[in-house]
């Protein structure tokens, strides 16, 4: 089966195709007859998105501010749900109650050495209509930052991240008792705050630098898609990553009317300094103003000043009060029940709420959803009734953190845990190339839809063109070889910051995240230009890539939902592990060699030998070089893994054609054991001091995020510089690794038992 793929491959790039004869392989867990029929319905499907509906769902949508707990966020919950039930669905709004913070005070000024007051202020602009609803948008500010009254010297921290602080150790500057300045980007915000207050720090303010998202990039808004000198990106900074996403009350469980809460003061994901987001309008006196050593050359960003690194003189106060406030969440669940399995579920999810008016994001991808429930519901009518059932969501509260889905995954976690087979989600959406995240069960999978989407640009399929253009960006010869040689391209593995999060870090339900982009810059992200505006000049304004999104999305959830097998794979997946695995062995290998042979500068005096006195900097320190660590428990588990699933692949190819007969009992135990196969990566201890996240391969990085950390336990250990907690967590993964491999075996002859 895999030889077949690689030939379909390069027959694809000679004559670029998508019409199916008779003589396409089957569909992956289809029998040769209903994969026929399936490629049929889909072949409908994908001819009903109609980019004029996506525009006008999104004009809607974006018309007025539509926070968590605003008017017009209840409106646009109803009309979604108005929708689902126009084209067929059973649906209903279900509401939970989440601590949701907006700003009382807020105040930044600097009190020496000169007086300066920060605007804190997004001005409307006379050419864009929905910059002046200034009664309803949210004020710029942090959510879940705690309320603070801090005055202290300023220190310019880089991006705020580890090793930053690394840096400002060896300038001999400490951040303790002083409010630092750093910039927006590379890393999730939330871990800017986090850090400096691990370092001393009593307060953060962080700034959307131009080099990042501004002028350095292109045009500011509205001659352009970048950042203005006023533009504020707002958002969470709720230390999730170390927690849990969703209500800060309720962690673990959903927030519904009679949950036991916990009190303000126990809340563990708030963070521990006052937290202020500003423009580079307010942050360009406050950075000029500091004096102390040059900011390293990387550090440095495209304002017209000296950036220097503090401490001092600059002085600043900042004050920010919140209403700490119950707010609801309305998440739209909609579903179409399954005609054979209606007990196990294909999950596919958007947010609807917004920081301000939010076309971007995530309205761009939620009209994509919205055309894809249509044309289902259309196709509904013509007489397709899906095997498994499909439930269709429109959450509330991400952007807060993930609350809606969060909660809805919490009160529901037995049930989905039982009958959920994939989730699929997406969020903004954009002109390009499509990015493929999720479980690498499903790699194959996601593949093989991405070579039936048509691309609107090149009229390439969406595969190729992604093909191509990972060959175009290669680094090396190896990475060019394995693009043009792999029967399948890469997808990445998913850390955080959309909604997909509880359902695979805290559920282990088998999960795919996707959406296009890459050909447009964008500096409005989570401020008030974000709007039908802007979308409507600078991005996917003909909507054929919302249309390419909803052909994409809505193809892979009735190719799942269809299946007479669930159609994961796991020669993808145990391939992903193997590399993996070598990856942590490289990992602690060069950290091993870094301190090697930092510590064999020092003795040779290589520090003390570059000294310039008038710029002192401070040599690091002696450390100790890690241990080896035993990771043959995972390389066995590696290899076992690689068998089972080579075995399953086989017993899967020669049952293809039985199965149009095999009874549905024996189909229904099957799925449920491939089901299972995404739970048996969690522990129900979860990962080391963050239980909430019980997935062994794929979490958020306590340090990066939204950035995902592969084998996270082990990977973490090795960073953090806990050496005998990676030892444990090898054999953790090993065990679950084992318990898979044993899994994908019992299945494998599950399918040949029934040719007996
Ligand atoms: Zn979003």
Redesign the pocket.
Known sequence: MRRFAAVLLIFNLIVPTLAFSAEDPALVGYSPRSSQTEREWEGKFRAIPDPANLREYMRRLSARPHHVGSAFDKENAEWILARFKEWGFDAHIETFDVLFPTPKVRVLEMIEPTKFTAKLEEPSLAVDPTSNQKSEQLPTYNAYSIDGDVTAPLIFVNYGLPEDYERLDRLGISVKGAIVIAKYSHSWRGVKPKVAAEHGAIGCLIYSEPKDDGYARDNVFPQGPMRNPDGVQRGSVMDFASSSPGDPLTPGIGATPGAKRLTLKDAKSLTKIPVLPISYGDAQPLLAALKGPMAPEDWRGNLPISYHVGPGPAKVHLKVEFNWDTKPVNDVIARIAGSVAPDEWIIRGN?HDAWVNGAE??LSGQAALLEEARAMGLLLKQGWKPRRTIIYTAWDG??PMLLGSTEWAETHADELRQHAAVYINS??NDRGFLAMGGSHTLEQFINGVARDVEDPETKLTVWQRLQLSKIAEAKSGDDRKELRQRADLRISALGSG?DFTAFLDHLGIATLDLGYGGEDEQGIYHSIYDDFYWYMHFSDFDFVYGRALAQTVGTAVMRLADAEILPLDFVDFADTVQKYTKDLEKLLADKQEEIRERNQELEEGVFKATLDPRRPTVAPLREEVPPHLNFAPMQNAAESLARSAQHYLQALSHSQAALEQSPVESLRALNQQLMESERKLTNEDGLPRRPWYKHLLYAPGVYSGYGVKTVPGVREGIEQKKYSEAEQEIVRVARALEDEAALIESAAHSLEGWRQ
């Open positions: 947010h994001d995530p991400e952007e969020d903004g959309t």
